[in-house]
């Protein structure tokens, strides 16, 4: 588990920061532990200076007690320790100017004691040199006892104080060292639990972060693995390649397509894999993806042992992390059966194409003959025809027509579901042609006894189509309506929207809503029209198909029992 | 009288060929065969036909073909053609549309209006 470095700064700095704050704690624990050093140095000179105050005082006692007891027992051993005692009071006094060398206070108090005390010793060595001269006059005795009691007071009084001075500075600096122990606790503490609670919060950041990391691991992990699934479990090559066109990375479904181990094709260039013509091609392929950096697809044709195969190849660049292109990644698929089909899809379409070309052409030359031959004879050519001959014939003449119009409109129908129907495309009067229409079928209906109304809009604008076609439509259109009703039947156009919509409404018995639904559909008769003129129900199919490939819409109105209206609309902005 | 005019037909189809010469013949016109189409520009040099009706479909030159030769022919350029075709399908409609044709027809057809078309042709009689 890598840490990069932008992600250290702060445990670094957190951690730094608590360094400083215990070594300020150990800091002031040091300086206080000096500091009870010093106290304890101060404590110990203090009691120096009192002991050694007491030696003094129990000195010059000393000395007053051999000199007293000399001067009742006369023993000359009391006059030796006298002079030991006024010795050790000497050395005291010296000792304790030593001693209070650091105060100045103290130090006029044992120059006064310097003074106090060499004036007692002096009224002793006065009572005992007296003493040895045989005697001292008792009023002068009196006197020295009286000065040396004075002395005794005030060196006691001077020791005292000197004593309690020593005393209270030791208890000021004992409140102060409470004092000052009490602060630097605290202030260890703090620091301490300060210091503490940084590296706790710093652990909990980076434990965190290290469980976030983990976890990212795995993820990536998992999501790697998943890739790696994906990709072995793909059915289709997929493989990546350097700039020189090495194979770095093939899934086992690409070895078995080239039909060799992975192994044989790693670190290997297709040149190594392929034919010189077929390495040409891929090679070519590769550069231009390298070259353009946008992806691609290509087909192609290469002989493998297992026979020659079509794949359809989806290269695209592959970057490094900079985005820089390095070589090409791909995917692959084996379309030989779905090219194979679609051959024979194609080759199927073409048969029927011609087939229908071939069969219609076979049907028409036929009918060709016969109807020449019927219409010869019913207009008489060949000799007279009797009324009962005359009328059979006629109904020969519709089915010869019948049959006519039925390969017409196969074939139309096929060619328009083959796509192979041409439009001839051209400014068309939509007016004109249905008029046109109308016109062409006045006949038919006079003999019916039916109405035809035409209702035209005024300045229709002129429609890109193909006027055939479009002509086609109509008749169509009027030819059912003709079939339907034997009331009026009205054509006419308007305008509807941005569209021109041409109208067929006959008065008829209508269409329910669900045959409506099957109009259009090819070969659909709706009941009762075979009975009257037959049709071949591809009219309607045919119509739709013509329509729509120009864009427009086709449809119907009607309510059962009152009639119906046919209608389509053509573009007027259509770019042909 | 006015001599008849010379009508040649072009179909590989005997019925078709038989029934169509007649119906011409009984409207008055001469009519000369041809089944083949190999045979047709040769018999259009012999025979001086006034008008020319050409199936599409003819065996060995079809009809196109021929069509074009007429009209690329200064002598015989004159000459109405008339187209018949069964279909056409099987040809892309520019190529269709190109064939200099004077008139087309699809089968099968309304004599009447052959006949009229041939009328339409016709240049006009002349006068005496």
């Given amino acids: 588990m890598r840490f990069d470095k932008d992600s250290l700064w702060y445990p670094g700095i957190g951690f730094a920061v608590a360094g400083l704050l215990l070594a300020f704690g150990q800091r002031a624990l040091n300086r206080y532990s000096q500091g009870m050093q010093r106290s304890a140095l101060w404590v110990e000179h203090t009691y120096d200076v009192i002991r050694t105050i007491e030696s003094l005082s129990s000195a010059v006692s000393r000395a007053s007690a051999n000199r007293r007891a000399y001067q009742i027992t006369g023993e000359p051993s009391y006059i030796l320790e006298h002079r030991h005692s006024a010795a050790d009071a000497h050395s005291a006094l010296a000792a304790l100017r030593d001693l209070t060398r650091d105060s100045a206070f103290q130090q006029k108090n044992v120059l006064r004691l310097e003074d106090l005390v060499g004036a007692r010793l002096s009224v002793m060595d006065d009572l005992l040199k007296a003493q040895a001269r045989g005697g001292l006059d008792p009023r002068k005795s009196a006197s020295l006892m009286a000065r040396a009691r004075t002395l005794d007071t005030r060196i006691h009084g001077l020791l005292t104080s000197m004593t309690r001075y020593e005393e209270g500075v030791l208890q000021l600096r004992a409140e102060e060292g409470q004092i000052g122990y009490r602060r630097t606790r605290i202030l260890q503490y703090a620091l301490t ?384 | 009288m006015s001599p008849k005019r010379r009508i040649l037909i072009a179909d590989d189809d005997p019925d078709i060929l038989a029934m169509l010469s007649l119906r011409l013949l009984k409207a008055g016109y001469d009519v000369v065969k041809a089944a083949e189409g190999s045979l047709v520009l040769a018999l259009v040099r012999e025979t001086k036909p006034d008008l020319v009706i050409l199936d599409y479909f003819l065996p060995n030159v079809k009809g196109d073909e021929i069509c074009l030769q007429i009209k690329a022919d200064s002598a015989l350029r004159a000459i109405p053609v008339i187209l018949l075709s069964a279909s056409t399908a099987a040809l892309p409609p520019e190529t269709v549309h190109a064939i200099p044709t004077d008139d087309r027809l699809t089968k099968p057809f309304d004599i009447s209006i052959l006949l009229e078309k041939i009328r339409l042709l016709l240049p006009a009689e002349s006068a005496g």
């Fill in chain 1, 193 to 576: 639990m300060a210091s503490g609670l940084i590296i706790l919060v710093i652990l909990l950041r980076l434990s965190k972060e290290i469980a976030d990391r983990q976890k990212k691991e795995l993820d990536l992990r998992n999501s790697t693995v998943l890739m790696e699934v994906v990709i072995e479990g793909s059915s289709d090559s997929v493989f990546v390649k350097d700039a020189e066109s090495r194979y770095l990375m093939m899934n086992t479904s690409g070895a078995k397509m080239i039909g060799r181990p992975l192994d044989g094709i790693i670190g290997k260039t297709d040149s190594e894999l392929f034919s010189p013509e077929t390495f040409a091609r891929l090679k070519a392929s590769d550069q231009e993806i390298i070259q353009s950096g946008r992806p691609k697809v290509y087909e192609y044709s290469v002989a493998l042992p297992a026979g020659t195969k079509t794949f359809q190849s989806s290269k695209a660049p592959y970057r490094d992390p900079q985005g820089k292109i390095v070589g090409v990644i791909g995917i692959a698929r084996d379309v030989t059966a779905q090219k194979a089909a679609e051959e024979k899809l194609q080759e199927a379409a073409q048969i029927k194409a011609d087939f229908a070309a071939m069969v219609s052409h076979e049907l028409r030359t036929p009918l060709t003959a016969i109807k020449l031959v019927i219409d010869m004879i019913v207009d008489r050519t060949l000799g007279p025809v009797n009324e009962e001959q005359n009328s059979a014939l006629v109904t020969a003449q519709r089915s010869i027509d019948r049959l006519s119009r039925l390969i017409n409109e196969t074939l139309d129908f096929q060619k328009l579901e083959s796509g192979k129907m041409e439009f001839r495309v051209s400014e068309a009067d939509v007016n004109r042609l249905v008029q046109e229409v109308v016109i062409s079928f006045e006949p038919v209906a006079k003999g019916r006894s039916i109405t035809l109304l035409t209702n035209v809009a005024k300045d229709l604008p002129k429609v890109r189509c193909d006027k055939d076609k479009i002509t086609q439509v109509v008749t169509n259109l009027l030819s059912n309506a003709l079939k339907f009703t034997a009331g009026p039947i009205t054509v006419s156009t308007a305008m509807d929207g941005s569209d021109v919509r041409v109208s067929v409404k006959d008065s008829g018995p209508g269409v329910s809503p669900e045959d409506q639904t099957r109009l259009f559909q090819s070969f659909v008769q709706l009941e009762g029209t075979r009975s009257i003129q037959g049709g071949t129900g591809l009219g309607l199919a045919i119509s739709k198909k013509i329509i729509e490939r120009h864009d427009g819409k086709i449809g119907i109105q009607s309510k059962v029992g009152d009639g119906a209206t046919f209608f389509f609309t053509l573009p007027v902005d259509r770019s042909a």
